[in-house]
Each structure stands twice: as structure tokens, then as C-alpha cells.
């Protein structure tokens, strides 16, 4: 393809993802507003300022635009947690910083979205997928050292700690983030020493 064939398939795709984003931003505010089982599509394109026939070229519905934006989001929660890391890296816990809390700027940065679990009429599956989400991250992106390498069930310890970090998430969500991310870092930091000693990041390695 030609250079300039390429320009105009790069242009096309960014109205894309533009016009997507719209559709998305919309859906959280009419959520937010009026919850998620009295949206119609009507009120989706009045909000984000489109025609039907656009929105039916991107998304059958709204339950296809909900799921397409749960899982952009979750996996964008899955790549934020492991970008402060190398593949391999050990951190011990008596050194960690903010910066090993990346998940915690992703969720302010993106804190309209998330404020959705709050909501009973709410995005489908948004409150089971998030804390399966934050397991999964566990169960495959870090290797844990206890306290004294003391014997425990590793999985029943994964689960059990990221359904904590998971409460620790939602209440502070709930707090309407009351408490700034650096503090609550500090908070989690302290928490965290109590019962690991050390963990190895073992999810994908970056591309670079």
C-alpha cells in the first residue's frame, strides 16, 4: 500500500476509535443519570451526537457497546499493573514505592468509568468481572513470597488477598476518592509488608 493509502487508513481507524470513544463517554454519563436498563440507543446517539446508522456500524446494541467497553477497561487494568515492571523482576516489599501502585492511577485516571460499581443498575457483569479481574491479575502476573516463607495455600493466599485489595478499590471508589492516591498508596504499602515479604513479576514481558 502506498504511502498515502496509509495516511487515509490511519485517519479512518483514529475517526474510529474517536467516534467509539464517544459512544462510550456517553453511556457512562446516561448510567450514571438514568442506569443502564432504561438507556435506549436513541439516548445514546442524541448524547454523544451521532445518527443511529452510525452507531449500528460500530455496535449491534447497547449491550454489545457496554461489553465492548468492560473489556477495554479491564484490560486496561491488566496492562497498568504490569507496567512499572521487567519480566522477572522481585521486588521486596520493605522497598516499594508509588510507582508499583500503577493500577491505582489507572483507576483515578479513569474514575468516571469506575465509578459504575457503585451503581446497582450498572453496566452487566461489571460487579463480578472487576474482582475476578484483580484475582486473575494475581493468579498470573505475580509470584509471592510470605512472611518468613511461611507455608500456605498459594492459591487460597492470591484469592484471598486480591478480594482484600478489591474492598480497599471499591471503598475508596465509594469514598468518591476522598482519600488521595498517594495516601492510600502509603496505606496499602504498610498493609501489604504485614504479609508478603517479597513478589516476582512474572506477566507478559514488554514489547518494546
Known amino acids: 500500500m502506498s504511502k498515502k493509502g496509509d495516511d487515509i487508513l490511519t485517519k479512518w481507524t483514529q475517526r474510529q476509535e474517536r467516534t467509539r470513544r464517544h459512544f462510550y463517554e456517553a453511556l ?7 442506569g443502564f436498563q432504561s438507556i435506549t440507543v436513541k439516548d445514546i446517539v442524541e448524547r454523544a451526537g451521532y445518527n443511529r446508522s452510525t452507531f449500528y456500524i460500530h455496535f449491534q446494541d447497547k449491550f454489545e457497546l ?3 467497553l468492560l473489556e477495554m477497561m ?32 489507572y483507576i483515578y ?3 468516571k468509568f469506575f465509578e459504575l460499581l457503585t451503581l446497582d443498575d ?12 484483580i484475582t486473575k491479575i494475581y493468579m498470573e502476573q ?10 500456605v495455600n498459594m492459591d487460597m493466599f492470591k484469592h484471598y488477598t486480591s478480594y482484600g485489595f478489591y474492598g480497599l478499590m471499591l471503598q475508596w471508589i465509594t469514598s468518591g476518592f476522598e482519600k488521595p492516591e498517594e495516601a492510600l498508596i502509603r496505606d496499602i504499602i504498610e498493609l501489604t509488608k504485614t504479609h508478603i515479604y517479597a513478589y516476582e513479576f512474572i506477566g507478559k514481558p514488554k514489547i518494546e
Open 109 to 111: 485516571q479513569n474514575r
Open 142 to 151: 505475580f509470584k509471592f513470597e510470605t512472611i518468613n516463607n511461611q507455608p
Open 66 to 68: 457496554a461489553d465492548n
Open 28 to 34: 457512562i454519563e446516561l448510567i450514571q443519570k438514568y
Open 122 to 133: 450498572t453496566i452487566p457483569s461489571l460487579h463480578t468481572r472487576m474482582p475476578l479481574t
Open 74 to 105: 479491564l484490560d486496561g487494568l491488566e496492562v497498568a499493573v504490569g507496567e512499572p515492571y521487567l519480566f522477572g523482576e522481585k521486588v521486596y516489599t520493605t522497598k516499594l514505592k508509588a510507582p508499583s501502585f500503577n493500577i491505582i492511577y
